[in-house]
T-cell receptor
Framework: ETGVTQTPRHLVMGMTNKKSLKCEQH?????MYWYKQSAKKPLELMFV???????ENNSVPSRFSPECPNSSHLFLHLHTLQPEDSALYLC??????????????????FGEGSRLTVL | DQQVKQNSPSLSVQEGRISILNCDYT??????FLWYKKYPAEGPTFLIS?????DKNEDGRFTVFLNKSAKHLSLHIVPSQPGDSAVYFC????????????FGGGTRLMVKP
């Protein structure tokens, strides 16, 4: 198994559907992230889990609901999405930061992304 | 407002020549900068980084330069190879931000044989 795996790779859903994106990391990391990449926009940080606790929720609408049951798995539950939520959703993992100068390289390991289309 | 900007959406370079990708930032608290590379249908992969205590970091064909007074960094690739064709993202983080990176919009590099 390689690094960070995301499923499904492609998802098409209606606005009334409920679906979930899954991410699994095999790198022994203890921090996981959801990023969103919309067309012609920078990657936007959505959620961060460090040591299985959510440490960041970047003003994301409640129709996106993350879940981190353990340090290897991360989910993004989706419900009543809007067409403008169509984007590439990227999961990443890293070692949990130990503070500046504590060996934190800032390097994230990304999955291949889940391409979401909301009709 | 974007705190990290890559003003050139694309760059075309001949094989063997130098590629220079630029990035500007506005947040003076940023103290760690990274470049990621992304091929189509793949996630971004880490390329090279630099701490604000340095002004240059080199790794093989890749060199990152940091100009703190101008809040500008650049990635130099020399010599450029066709396999370098990808989208390059600049990212930054501040003290106590851990790995919560702020990304630029990316520059698509095309290296022509």
């Amino acid at each position: 198994e390689t690094g960070v795996t995301q499923t499904p790779r492609h998802l098409v859903m209606g606005m009334t559907n409920k679906k979930s994106l899954k991410c699994e990391q095999h790198l022994g990391h203890n921090a996981m992230y959801w990023y969103k990449q919309s067309a012609k926009k920078p990657l936007e940080l959505m959620f961060v889990y460090s040591l299985e606790e959510r440490v960041e929720n970047n003003s994301v609408p409640s129709r996106f609901s993350p879940e981190c049951p353990n340090s290897s798995h991360l989910f993004l539950h989706l419900h009543t999405l809007q067409p403008e939520d169509s984007a590439l959703y990227l999961c990443a993992s890293s070692q949990a930061p130990t503070g500046r100068g504590g060996g934190n390289t800032g390097e994230l390991f990304f999955g291949e992304g889940s391409r979401l289309t909301v009709l | 407002d974007q705190q990290v900007k890559q003003n050139s959406p694309s760059l075309s370079v001949q094989e063997g020549r130098i590629s220079i990708l630029n990035c500007d930032y506005t947040n003076s608290m940023f103290d760690y900068f990274l470049w990621y590379k992304k091929y189509p249908a793949e996630g971004p992969t880490f390329l090279i980084s630099i701490s604000s205590i340095k002004d240059k970091n080199e790794d093989g064909r890749f060199t990152v330069f940091l100009n703190k007074s101008a809040k500008h960094l650049s990635l130099h690739i020399v010599p450029s190879q066709p396999g370098d064709s990808a989208v390059y993202f600049c990212a930054a983080s501040g003290p106590n931000a851990g790995n919560m990176l702020t990304f630029g919009g990316g520059t698509r590099l095309m290296v022509k044989p």
